[in-house]
């Protein structure tokens, strides 16, 4: 069984007992989060679509830690202009394990 959730401006693709990493959320460490907001939910043949959400589809899942993503490096450089400026940046995130998804 596995669920496709927005979160974040992002979409996933979910099963429970999976462990992923997610825009940060302010939520304390240990909490239980609900995402009602559920694009899809398959459960071997049967799939369940919606429009645009899957009415009364609810992923849950409990807050892990929170956490910083390694350092993305930006270099912006223009050729024979003596230019050449750095820049780096890590994103924060929020690492959830999903516990239930039902439908």
Same mark, same amino acid.
């Given at each position: 069984?596995?669920?496709?959730?927005?979160?974040?401006?992002?979409?996933?693709?979910?099963?429970?007992?999976?462990?992923?990493?997610?825009?940060? %959320?302010? @939520? *304390?460490? !240990?909490? =239980? &989060?609900?995402?009602?907001?559920? %694009?899809? @939910? *398959?459960? !071997?043949? =049967? &799939?369940?679509?919606?429009?645009?959400?899957?009415?009364?589809?609810?992923?849950?899942?409990?807050?892990?830690?929170?956490?910083?993503?390694?350092?993305?490096?930006?270099?912006?450089?223009?050729?024979?202009?003596?230019?050449?400026?750095?820049?780096?940046?890590?994103?924060?995130?929020?690492?959830?394990?999903?516990?239930?998804?039902?439908?």
């Amino acid at each position: 069984m596995y669920a496709v959730i927005v979160t974040g401006g992002k979409q996933y693709r979910v099963t429970p007992g999976e462990t992923l990493k997610i825009e940060k %959320l302010e @939520v *304390a460490e !240990g909490a =239980a &989060v609900e995402f009602d907001r559920v %694009l899809m @939910v *398959a459960d !071997g043949d =049967a &799939v369940k679509l919606g429009t645009p959400y899957l009415a009364g589809g609810k992923v849950s899942a409990t807050v892990k830690s929170h956490g910083r993503h390694k350092k993305v490096h930006i270099i912006k450089f223009r050729r024979r202009k003596h230019h050449m400026k750095h820049q780096g940046h890590r994103q924060y995130y929020t690492e959830v394990q999903i516990t239930g998804v039902s439908a």
